[in-house]
């Protein structure tokens, strides 16, 4: 959904305090697919799971995790919007499936594709007659009907507290990040304005420059000097490691000498 008037108040007089308020989270927010987490390109999208735009967008973003595999992480993020009644109620099942599940990726993104199916099951006026514990029966039992996890587990889920802070640490987080309105889709930690127009290859002219730029700049390491050892510690990237460093993955070269203060020599 477009950003409106009444988000871009609502963060104005928020987003101050609301990032200095920002519990730490016991991990990094959001759920993350495809290449390492320092990845030369990191796509994150702050989506409402009841928002139309959102869902207008999905599949394509699920097309741009297939093209780029691991050459690329996509993060993504839910924002429930105060005006859907009932995104932060779906909002939260995300997190309950990821915790029931121990954060499993098809799992999660098989919840994320479901609901936006079938949002229109909890729009607004599609539940006005409905009490908060109707809506949250009726996510558990469609979640229970396609077979992510069960009612009872669901339920149960719905009922944390501590799931209940995750759903609101996440929320306070995107408003850090100076989120307001879905979907927004940032790389590498800049906005930018990619919608639900946006196709493939709208993308794709957008991250390939960026990766053809980094390859460029690794692929000048050809080989390194005498008694040091090349390093190729993540796609594209490589670094030349000094006698007693360590290749570590998605790092590069280390060395963990303690007896030594930490110095290789």
Known sequence: MQRTIFSIILAVVYVGFISAQVPIPSRPDGYGVGGPADAHVVVEMF?????????????TVLQLIQAYATRIHVRIHTFPLPYHTNSFV???????VANVTNRNLDAIFQYVTKVFENQQMWYNDATKSMTMPQVIDSLATYIDK???????KFLAGMASDDINDETRISWKYACSRGVVGTPTFLINGVTISANS?????????????????NKKVSSQIKDCPPNQKKCTY?????????????CIPNVGCRCFNFKNGNKCA
């Open 90 to 96: 779906a909002s939260q099942g995300l997190h309950v």
């Open 197 to 213: 127009a946006w196709s493939l290859d709208d993308w794709k002219s957008v991250i390939d420059p960026i990766l053809a730029s």
């Open 234 to 246: 993540a796609p594209h990237k490589t670094q030349c490691c000094l006698v007693g460093e360590s």
């Open 47 to 59: 989506f409402d799971p009841l928002c139309p735009g959102c869902k207008a967008s999905w599949p």
């Open 146 to 152: 396609i077979g992510l996890i069960s009612k009872d």
